[in-house]
């Protein structure tokens, strides 16, 4: 499925609107040791979501007295798959089929190439689709009423495609009613800048491991960004606080006020246990990723 003009498809190899094309993959395959950590992270993610679909798919099959979908019928839809750098290949296999959606024609030939030969040794089949899959989120999802969703890396970014703060919050927001009654869970960028750690070496290396960089969050009303309460690590507070304090400890200065909020702390509804881990994306950047399943 193609559905982007000529014209939109050029410019979709180079930068997809500022979200990925050919700089995001130079900078992601240049960058594979640097995110391990951020990767492996994602990856424990993926498979505690993988664990609590099949429990609610066993627990429907037992409603409809083993007339559900078996193991033998996994599906999946992967919207933002890029290349899969971030992705974890033994989570893919986890499925017996993969529909990967994306602005960006260069997709399909790199994901191959990261992940096509293990897939296609366990007979996995993968079909991609050019399309705006933001936009289009209903026929996709119309398309594969089956299917697990994810969205990989995808909804912080879409303030920049569309070049409008306001306007991709407000869509970012009003997704969840559109996933609706679906098995969905998406990483994406909460917050992102530039980062300065004392006794760190050029990489970040040595902090690293001994810096708590995950936190548990639930985010318990839907007002305004700061005021907002949340639990993190089971504590109560604020978002405003909670936010500073996370960026503190991935060595924002002082306080994170230069930090760019990508408009998706509305993203999951409320109550949505989620993980906020910190991703080391270039050497003194660094950006937090909030990470989260949900059957709502
Ligand atoms: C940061 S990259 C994603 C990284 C990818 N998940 C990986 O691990 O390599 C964001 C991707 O989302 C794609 N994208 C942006 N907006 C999109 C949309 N509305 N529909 C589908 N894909 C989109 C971009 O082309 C880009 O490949």
């Avoid at 609107?17 to 960058?31: D, E, K, P, V």
């Avoid at 499925?95 to 897939?119: M, Q, R, V």
């Avoid at 936009?135 to 299917?147: E, F, Y």
């Avoid at 920049?160 to 969905?184: E, N, P, V």
Wanted: aromatic share 10%.
């Amino acid at each position: 499925m193609n559905a982007l003009p000529f014209f939109v498809n050029i410019k979709n190899v180079f930068t997809a609107g500022g979200t990925g094309g050919l700089a995001w993959h130079l900078h992601a395959a240049m960058s594979r040791e640097r995110w391990l950590w951020t990767r492996t992270q994602i990856e424990t993610h993926l498979f505690k979501g993988l664990e609590l679909y099949c429990a609610q798919s066993a627990a429907q099959r037992d409603e409809s007295k083993g007339k559900g979908k078996g193991k033998g019928e996994r599906e999946l839809v992967l919207i933002g798959a890029s290349a899969g750098w971030m992705m974890s290949t033994r989570w893919l296999e986890e499925f017996t089929s993969i529909d990967a959606y994306d602005i960006d024609p260069l997709s399909p030939l790199l994901f191959k190439l990261n992940h096509a030969k293990a897939l296609a040794k366990k007979g996995i089949e993968i079909r991609f689709h050019l399309l705006d899959a933001i936009d289009q989120l209903s026929r996709v999802l119309s398309k594969h009423p089956n299917a697990l969703i994810w969205f990989d890396n995808v909804l912080g970014q879409h303030h920049i495609r569309l070049k409008d703060s306001a306007l991709a919050s407000t869509q970012l927001k009003i997704l969840q009613r559109r996933l609706k009654g679906r098995f969905w869970g998406s990483v994406h960028d909460l917050y992102s800048g530039p980062v300065q750690r004392a006794n760190d070496s050029k990489s970040g290396e040595n902090v690293r491991g001994k810096l708590p960089m995950t936190l548990k969050v639930i985010r318990l009303d839907n007002s305004d960004q700061n005021s907002a309460r949340v639990k993190v690590n089971g504590v109560e507070t604020s978002l405003g606080q909670a936010r500073q304090q996370f960026l503190q400890t991935l060595g924002a200065t002082p306080a994170g006020q230069a930090w760019l909020d990508h408009e998706t702390s509305k993203v999951f509804p409320t109550g949505t246990p989620l993980t906020w881990a910190g991703w080391d994306f270039k050497p003194n950047y660094c950006h937090c990723l909030e990470m989260g399943w949900t059957l709502d």
